[in-house]
Structure formats: C-alpha cells, structure tokens
C-alpha cells in the first residue's frame, strides 16, 4: 500500500524557512510527476512546485526564486526547502505523485507564517 507523509511544517516569522519533507512507502510504479500542492483557507489548492518527466522542473511564479524542490531517490523523500517566507505562503501543503496507474496525495503539513 503506497502512503505518503508530510512533515516539517509549523509556524515560523516572516522571512523564515522551513523544509518540507515528504516520505513515499510502498511500491510506486510509472511516476510521471511528483510535486508540492497548497491549499489556503476559502482558496483552491494550487501548485507549488513539480518534477515532471515531460516538462522538468516548474515552479509557480509566486514562490520562484525563493522555494526549491528536490528529492533523494534513495529514501524515496522529496523535499521543499522554503526560504524568505511570507504570510501568503500559509496554507496546508500537500505532496502529489502522478502516476500512469492511480495518483497519490499525502495527508497535508500545516505551513503558518506570522507577519
């Protein structure tokens, strides 16, 4: 059974960091994308950040330059590293595999930044 877990989220002061990890068990055949999802109260969720095997890295314009996606295929982790955070950046992250089969979603990992 694939799980994936979040962690690393809390609350942190404007132009703090954070990084956020996330942990993927299980057998994952065919990932064609995984990446970094945010949803904020009353807003959809969004993307962050993504490896995609056909587009390669994107990042949304709000968080270039100042977020990095990464991943160690060797813990099956991926990571978010968070720098200069704004209060705008609060909101429940949530890490994404697509696959050609089913796409799996982790439980989310609250991000609060106080201004």
């Known amino acids: 059974q694939v799980q994936l877990v979040e962690s690393g989220g809390g609350l942190v002061q404007a132009g703090g960091s954070l990084r956020l990890s996330c942990a993927a068990s299980g057998i994952i055949f065919r990932v064609t994308v995984m990446g970094w999802y945010r949803q904020a109260p009353g807003k959809q969720r969004e993307l962050v950040a993504r490896f995609s095997q056909r587009d390669g890295t994107n990042y949304a314009d709000s968080v270039k330059g100042r977020f990095t996606i990464s991943r160690d295929n060797a813990k099956n982790t991926l990571y978010l590293q968070m720098n200069s955070l704004k209060p705008e950046d609060t909101a429940v992250y949530y890490c994404?595999?697509?696959?050609?089969?089913?796409?799996?979603w982790g439980q989310g990992t609250q991000v609060t930044v106080s201004s």
């Open positions: 994404y595999y697509n696959t050609l089969g089913p796409d799996y």
